[in-house]
């Protein structure tokens, strides 16, 4: 009879964290079943990508890991490669998650917080216009991600495959 007891408290206790898994991802994995995000995620996904690209691996005209971290170095961001592996990594492979709708929503909040730390760190004291290397694109790609935290991925994203197999039980 103990046998019994504690295999079905482990069980039980299994279950229960199991399905605290299945809760937490099936609020991340949640989204409006609408398009408006698919062009938001395509279309910032592919900047964001682009960009983490140049700082990782000096694709696309950008100076890799060693130019980027000198420059982030340079403007107080220490250690500046450290900061432009982040930085980096953030835009591309948030970027890519964007893309597909993977994630959407944490993705677009690592993003976001990205989109604040370059708009205050580099951008702020130009004013906002881009022709005076301003924060105006910043903020453009801080409205979109924002946007993308509040509805998620949208209806052609795996994040709505994903939340319509976890609900099918």
Same mark, same amino acid.
């Given at each position: 009879?103990?046998?019994?007891?504690?295999?079905?408290?482990?069980?039980?206790?299994?279950r229960a964290k199991i399905?605290? /898994?299945?809760?937490?991802?099936?609020?991340?994995?949640?989204? @409006?079943q609408s398009l408006a995000?698919? *062009? !938001?995620?395509?279309?910032?996904?592919?900047?964001?990508?682009?960009?983490?690209?140049?700082?990782?691996?000096?694709?696309?005209?950008?100076?890799?890991?060693?130019?980027?971290?000198?420059?982030?170095?340079?403007?107080?961001?220490? *250690?500046?490669?450290?900061?432009? !592996?982040? &930085?980096?990594?953030? @835009?591309?492979?948030?970027?890519?998650?964007?893309?597909?709708? !993977?994630?959407?929503? *944490?993705?677009s909040f690592v993003l976001? /917080?990205?989109?604040?730390?370059? /708009?205050?760190?580099?951008?702020?004291?130009?004013?906002?216009?881009?022709? #005076?290397?301003?924060? @105006?694109?910043?903020?453009? !790609?801080?409205?979109?991600?924002? &946007?993308?935290?509040?509805?998620?991925?949208?209806?052609?994203?795996?994040?709505?495959? /994903? #939340?319509?197999?976890? #609900?099918?039980?």
């Amino acid at each position: 009879m103990a046998t019994y007891s504690i295999k079905h408290t482990y069980l039980t206790s299994i279950r229960a964290k199991i399905m605290t /898994i299945k809760n937490i991802a099936n609020v991340i994995t949640k989204t @409006e079943q609408s398009l408006a995000a698919v *062009p !938001l995620r395509v279309i910032a996904g592919i900047i964001f990508a682009a960009h983490g690209a140049q700082k990782l691996f000096a694709w696309f005209g950008g100076y890799g890991l060693e130019g980027t971290g000198q420059w982030m170095e340079s403007i107080g961001l220490a *250690p500046g490669f450290l900061m432009a !592996l982040m &930085a980096g990594s953030a @835009e591309f492979f948030g970027g890519l998650f964007l893309i597909v709708g !993977l994630l959407t929503r *944490p993705a677009s909040f690592v993003l976001a /917080i990205t989109m604040v730390v370059a /708009i205050f760190t580099t951008h702020i004291d130009n004013g906002l216009f881009m022709s #005076n290397n301003g924060y @105006e694109f910043g903020l453009a !790609l801080l409205a979109i991600t924002l &946007a993308l935290v509040i509805q998620g991925g949208g209806k052609f994203s795996l994040d709505n495959v /994903i #939340n319509r197999n976890l #609900n099918k039980a």
